[in-house]
């Protein structure tokens, strides 16, 4: 029986551990076997802490035992190499931090620990999460389970690849553009964005602070309101973290779908999606549809100014966020600096990879005297309109359902030398990360044999509704329950 | 210094706030610690720390608004400065640039020509602080101590209304007393919680175009400010005179050499890169929060100087001298709460000895061995003829040195004054009879040899007999 732990959600193991089916030791030890069995094809982690995983899960046991299991006791998840973990390697994806150690916990980090949750091991990404590919990583791209001559999607391309080869059933991420939705789209599944300020920043590295959202993937809408329930709540530590109630997300998933206003938004199914990923989404509408939704058609005029918007605001914070990896407190430092300009020069020069600098670059151009108006300035009013478009679609929809990505996973190298193509993959998720606004990605069907997403956005503070959409959606399809061949 | 010339200054004034834990962490801002020792992960700029804005930072700024009478924003921004340096952990100071948390203030200072003189403060913000390079005691590198990263300031920038170094201190001192009074910062210039920048041009009197400024950079005391002002003035006069021209650029003032150099021309500066900082809300406060910092706003210097001398009859020199510290002007209203002496003499005597005395043991006020009742208790016995003003210095003397209160060092020192007429008479009779050459001198007009007969009774009587009665039985008995 618990050769096939690794196939069940977060929620079944739960039930199993509660029921006492097997232990959190049994479970740790097959899904850390699977791990050193396939991760050498996926390349989706960066460290795994086996022996403090083991631990771990020992003390989950005696505290069931003992009557005090947290909601998350003994159940394994993985998180991205985003969030600073105390005493574990936290690399970011970059040869800036191959050896950063650090010595202290991020907000979630904590708060999972907290719940009891079990941590695996971090899951490779982009480079400082700049990225839509996983292929910017300083450790090498991860594959896509699904065929591992493609990309699994970026920049939370680990976590999304991990969960998917059923080596952990759920992991952490973060999204600033795309980077939770994304590769949950590519990788058959499940990702949940919340509304800017709903989780803690506190530890996440910061690539674009008013766009970074910490979030999860997993491979079930339940799942995801589980862990998001843990998650999410006010941190005194994180200004930009609301002070908003934090209701029973799991709750919320089992209303029905009767009456509830979809919004489909015209310019989404304009040239740039590719036709059959065309045919996914507009499928799984119908089902929305015959299961009592109501589809409105509404404009997003402001749609196609998302990505240039993104690719102002974002490199600029990143440039400014970036400026603390000097080589002089932490993180890769030059060897033999002549002098202080050559210290910085090498250190960053060295420590950082081509898409980085790429950003690093853009964005201390965006913000220098004479640019600033014409670009920041811009940007920033540009975001408003965009925010604005949101905001009078959900005057009149609940939700806002499309395509999560334009195309299935695409190869491995494809799109490498061209950043713009790369960058239009986020064009359908960008505009919830500029409006601050939750986003999900779902299963809902493939197109030769490579998963596609549907993508749902909905108002601040509207995780319940998605929750719910995705999650009903779930109970009528099997999409999010498929499993690649090669790591069933 | 050429009267052709107009002399333009405006002050960059940063002053720390009195502040126990940082800005934007919990650390703690105590000065003097091992280096390092009081820096958090948010002072050091770790991946993925954030800030948090201390609340009192912006209950203090709001404050220094309202006593300077400016506008306290009722939203402003912080921002990021960004640049390289390796005490800047963040690679950028958060400031605040665009909407800073307080605009539009004034306040007055006496000019050359005793007038009362407005200077307008364009703005003062909110910024941390950096951390410090040490160069000394390091080979073929530098040391850096972050202690003091994220220390709270206020930046206070005047208008450039200032026209001589004389005024800039005026203005100066001015600011350093408010910040005191009001409690938000220590005002302590070596440890360097009061510093200043000092923009300086001169341009042709009567012409209205400014002239091209240098910036002279951290300048931490009142002497060198002066110093270095003055300096910059007659270098940059005497380079238009001789047809040169004055560069923009930062100049930093070394006081060995008593000189201002060149730090860094315009084309050397940094472009900031200034952009709202994304990790921190927008500072919103409303009226109610104003008027409740408000209400527990000190009586500030200048009404105080005006009530001391409507109310006491000081001098309102003295009265300016008393409030330019609060624990003098504190300490004067004390000691009229508790004698029955003149406010007038009480303020003579702060300013006079008391005042000499902390200067000579380097105290402060705060720190001062004779206290409030016991000024009081010596004033008494002038008062009340028991001692004269000039016993009462050797009395204060062995007060200061702590032996006793006024009455016990009078008793025990047998100092108590002769009003006794007949000893006096007695006394005045034998001088007389002494002297009779200089008796002959004043009968034939030299009057003022009284001071000589006054002498020597006072020398006869260890000068205990009273004064003005001396005075007056000499005279009755010279005729």
């Not at chain 1, 969030?83 to 994806?93: A, I």
């Not at chain 1, 000097?326 to 898409?355: I, K, M, T």
Request: charged letters at 25%; glycine letters at 10%.
């Amino acid at each position: 029986m618990s050769r096939d732990l690794h196939t069940q959600t977060l929620t079944e193991l739960a039930a199993g551990l509660e029921r006492g089916d097997f232990t959190s030791v049994e479970l740790i030890e097959n899904l850390l076997g699977r791990i050193d069995r396939h991760d050498a094809a996926l390349n989706a982690f960066v460290t795994v802490t086996a022996e403090r995983a083991l631990e771990a899960a020992k003390s989950a046991d005696e505290a069931r035992l003992a009557g005090k299991a947290g909601v998350l006791n003994g159940l394994p998840l993985v998180h991205k190499d985003i969030f600073c973990t105390r005493d574990v390697l936290t690399t970011c994806g970059s040869r800036m931090l191959e050896n950063f150690i650090s010595p202290y916990d991020a907000t979630i980090v904590e708060r999972l620990a907290g719940a009891g949750a079990v941590v695996l091991g971090k899951t490779n990404m982009d480079e400082f999460a700049m990225g839509s590919s996983n292929e910017t990583s300083y450790f090498g791209p991860v594959k896509n389970p699904w065929d591992l001559e493609c990309s699994p999607g970026g920049s939370s391309g680990g976590s999304a690849a991990a969960v998917a080869a059923r080596l952990a059933p759920a992991a952490t991420g973060t999204d600033t553009g795309g980077s939770i939705r994304q590769p949950a789209a590519l990788t058959g599944t499940v990702g949940l964005k919340p509304t800017y300020g709903r989780v803690s920043r506190y530890g996440m590295i910061a690539f674009a602070s008013s766009l970074d959202q910490a979030g999860v993937i997993t491979r079930s809408s339940a799942d995801a309101a589980l862990l998001l329930g843990v998650m999410a709540g006010f941190d005194e530590r994180d200004s930009t973290c609301i002070d908003h109630p934090v209701p029973d997300y799991t709750a919320a998933l089992s209303q029905s779908l009767e009456g509830l206003r979809v919004g489909v938004v015209k310019q989404h199914f304009d040239d740039g999606l590719d036709e059959q990923t065309g045919t996914a989404v507009r499928d799984a509408l119908a089902v929305l549809e015959a299961n009592g939704a109501v589809l409105t058609e509404v404009d997003m005029p402001n749609l196609d100014l998302s990505v240039p918007t993104y690719y102002v605001v974002a490199p600029a914070e990143c440039s400014s966020n970036l400026s603390r990896f000097d080589g002089v407190r932490f993180g890769h430092r030059a060897d033999n600096p002549e002098d202080l300009l050559d210290l910085y020069c090498r250190s960053r020069g060295e420590g950082f990879g081509a898409e980085v600098k790429r950003r690093i670059m853009t964005g201390t151009y965006v913000l220098s005297a004479g640019y600033y108006d014409a670009y920041y300035l811009k940007a920033q009013q540009v975001r408003h309109l965009i925010a604005d478009d949101f905001h009078k679609a959900f005057e009149n929809v609940d939700v806002i359902a499309g395509p999560t990505a334009p195309t299935p996973a695409f190869k491995l190298g494809d799109k490498t030398d061209d950043p713009i193509t790369m960058y239009l993959n986020d064009i359908y998720t960008i505009g919830a990360n500029l409006a601050g606004l939750p986003g999900m990605s779902t299963p809902c069907g493939f197109v030769d044999g490579l998963p596609v997403g549907l993508h749902l956005v909905g108002p601040h503070w509207g995780e319940e509704t998605l929750l719910r959409c995705a999650h009903q959606y779930e109970q009528l399809t099997d999409w999010h329950s498929a499993c690649p061949e090669d790591f069933s | 210094m050429s009267s052709a010339w107009e002399v333009v200054i405006g002050l960059e004034i940063h002053a720390q706030l009195a502040t126990s834990s940082k800005i934007f962490s919990g650390a703690s801002t105590a000065y003097g610690a091992e280096p390092n020792t009081q820096a958090c992960l948010v002072d050091l700029g770790y991946p993925g720390v954030l800030p948090v804005l201390n609340e009192e930072v912006v209950r203090m700024a709001t404050k220094f608004g309202l006593a300077v009478n400016a506008t306290v924003a009722p939203r402003s921004v912080f921002a990021r400065k960004n640049y390289f340096y390796p005490d800047l952990p963040k690679g950028y100071q958060i400031s605040q640039f665009e909407l800073p948390i307080v605009e539009h203030g004034e306040l007055f200072i006496t000019d050359a020509d005793g007038n009362e003189k407005r200077i307008g403060i364009t703005r003062a913000h909110l910024e941390e602080d950096a951390g410090k390079s040490v160069h000394e005691g390091f080979e073929q590198s530098s040391g850096i101590d972050l202690n003091r990263t994220g220390t709270p300031l206020l930046e206070i920038v005047s208008e450039p209304d200032l026209r001589s170094a004389k005024e800039a201190i005026a203005y100066m001192r001015k600011i350093h007393t408010i910040v005191r009074y009001l409690g938000i910062s220590d005002g302590n210039m070596q440890e360097g919680s009061f510093r200043c920048d000092a923009n300086v041009s001169v341009r042709p009197r009567g012409q209205e175009e400014l002239g091209t400024r240098s910036e002279l950079k951290n300048l931490n005391s009142f002497r060198f400010i002066e110093k270095a002002i003055n300096f910059e003035i007659e270098r940059q006069i005497e380079l238009i005179e001789d047809g040169g021209e004055v560069v923009q650029e930062t100049r930093l003032y070394d006081s060995v050499k008593d000189e201002t150099r060149s730090m860094r021309s315009k084309e050397e500066a940094n472009d900031y890169r200034y952009f709202p900082d994304p990790d921190l809300l927008p500072v919103e406060i409303d009226a109610a929060y104003i008027e409740a910092v408000r209400e527990t706003l000190p009586e500030l210097p200048a009404a105080r100087q005006q009530r001391f001398v409507a109310d006491y009859g000081l001098r309102e020199e003295d009265a300016g001298i008393l409030v330019a510290v609060r624990a003098f002007a504190d300490f004067f209203e004390e000691v009229v709460a508790a004698t029955q002496g003149k406010a007038q003499g009480v303020a003579n005597f702060i300013i006079g000895d008391l005042a000499g005395a902390l200067n000579r043991d380097g105290l402060d006020i705060e720190q001062s061995p004779v206290s409030t009742a016991a000024v009081a208790g010596l004033l008494d016995r002038i008062k009340d003829n028991t001692i004269s003003g000039k016993i009462a210095k050797e009395v204060f003397e062995a007060m200061w040195a702590g032996e006793g209160t006024a009455d016990e060092i009078i008793d025990a020192k047998g100092l108590k004054q002769i009003t006794d007429s007949s000893a006096i008479e007695a006394i005045v009779n034998k001088v007389i009879e002494a002297n009779p050459g200089q008796v002959a001198e004043y009968k034939a007009g030299k009057d003022k040899l009284i001071g000589f007969f006054v002498g020597q009774v006072m020398k006869e009587t260890g000068g205990k007999a009273n004064p003005g009665q001396v005075n007056q039985i000499l005279k009755q008995k010279l005729g």
